[in-house]
């Protein structure tokens, strides 16, 4: 059996854990764009949590489950147990806020190897997820640790909430609505290509940001949460896999076509720095359109909105731009993509892990 | 990335699941104990799933974490991969009705290595869940799947709800209230006695039951869902780690202590069954009571019960016997254990990951 978090198990860490959270809980940072409806009644130390969604609100659920040597690694100069507390709770957190919803509770279940077994290695990884959880005022209520055999995995499951009958999908894009991004795209793949193919000592200061946001996303948790709550977007997604695959995955939701400007897209500004393709110099144009178009793991959102909704959205969300890219289009599973005046059919080529496998 | 269970990702299993589990969430099987007061409004097929829970209810928690060599195996002989779905499922269920809550929803997360990444092993992992799951009305609602660089791993997250402030802690014991567990002790670390033993050839027909309920799990869900919806208990707790384990964490919880009469604990009759400790014989008395004591991986429930409401109790629950098996004591802490009229200490003795691999 794993050694649940219930303050019942063996090792001092889940005690302390079960203190720390379950003190922090109650001193969550709350936000000033919503009131928050749902309360903790028990966090971690039983065999379940338990929280009160009152009235009014609906209860979003994720679950995301990464693995060492597949989706992260923790040889020096990859990602840190910090890096990956961070980023197993981010990526949850994105989805959350892929559906108009704001997150509240956090669940980790992580399995680690008898050699990593010790207290500051699960207690990093607990930091990375403790620090990110703060900052959006979402408490870890429970989860699990047990050995492997071999390798780390981590399992982050997240709880939102939205109010009634608000929570966004990617089924309601309509014909004539603008697509919308946050951010900047393909700045997380060439972070992985940078880890890659080089050692962290000869990193330059851009290549490292590109690196940052590779292993420490910044899901838009504020961004989604509006999103939500003003009804401003017809359908929501994030960016996990790369444009090309997401957007499909909008049109075929919303039984709609869709027509991409490639000059609109936000392609990461700093993929045309130095360091990348060679000492002295960045990616081509069209190396950066097609990191920005099937890169994965931006985490940023992609909505559509309709031409009234679009015309009132904020230029920006706590310093987070929001660019439109084009415009959804009747012609039926179609993503056409726009180059120098040409238009071309898109097809998802986001990361696909057996695909990757084959080649 | 992962392939999130979102019905956008490059599997036609997820497809498929997402057809059936869709289909069939409406349709689950309502128990006649209680009314479901949360409805669905969005399951497989978006970056999370959605659902509300109405005002008067609240909502429970659990994940669970599972990994291949550590918490099962699946060599020839041992579980299959609908055994592994079906105990995955079974140990957040019974979690879930160890908080006196009653199972609505539930999210799987399934890591595989490649090896073993062909259509029907993902497939029998999860018919193994939703046999349960709909014997259960729980409606599978969202996960992720993964590869592994080795070994399967799954984490199981079941979420339930209990009436408002009715759901059941290991902290509402007093001092004179009586303590009863459902069904039998010791079956389950007596087929993996079993499993480590001898080649499956070789089994019994009582060897053969004691496997199973090893492999295959019986959460207590009604007896669960009874005792917080009437509020029969004052303390609840399931048997994962073994009975000396898991009151301790009752009693620590409480503030109290314990005394459990040995000639009261229910043995598992099997194990007296020859083919246990040799072709001709079964355990002793003291090695089956050893195992009823500290074997974990019962999944029966142990509660306790003021004398007003011990009174009251039904003598089973869907065939599921309850016996009583002892009282709370002042005695901060203490749990002591009466064998043939002489009051001993007893220990938390449960099964324990790193303790197993020191010895």
Redesign the interface.
Known sequence: ????L???G?FDFINRLRRRENSHSTTATHSPLTTHHSSL??GI???????????GF??????????????FRLERGWATPRDLGHKALAVSL???A??G?RPR?C?????VP?AR?RRRFLEEVYEGVRALARLHGVAI???????????V?V?S????E?R?GR?L???GAHPGDQIFVTGTLGAAAAGLKVLESRARARLTKATRALVRRQLRPTPRVEWGALLGEKRLATA???L??GLS??L??VC??SGVGARVEAELLPVEPLLKSAGLRSKSAGLSEGEALALALDG??DFELLFTASPRASSGLPREVGGVPVTRVGEVTGERGKVRLVVGGRARLLRPG??????R?RN
Do not use: N, Y
Request: proline share 0%; net charge negative.
């Open positions: 059996m794993s050694d649940k219930t303050g019942g063996e009644l028990k130390g039983d065999d379940a949590a338990v929280f009160r969604q009152l009235s609906d209860t979003v659920v994720t679950a995301d489950l990464l693995v060492e040597g597949v989706d994105s989805d959350v892929a559906m919803a509770f669940l980790l279940s992580v399995g008898a077994w209520i429970g989860g699990d640790t047990s050995r492997t055999t071999a390798g995995v399992d499951i997240v709880i939102g939205a009634s929570a999908t990617r089924g929501l997604i994030d996990s896999d695959s997401d499909a995955h075929r939701e994965g793991e986001g990361f696909e892990h057996f695909r496998d």
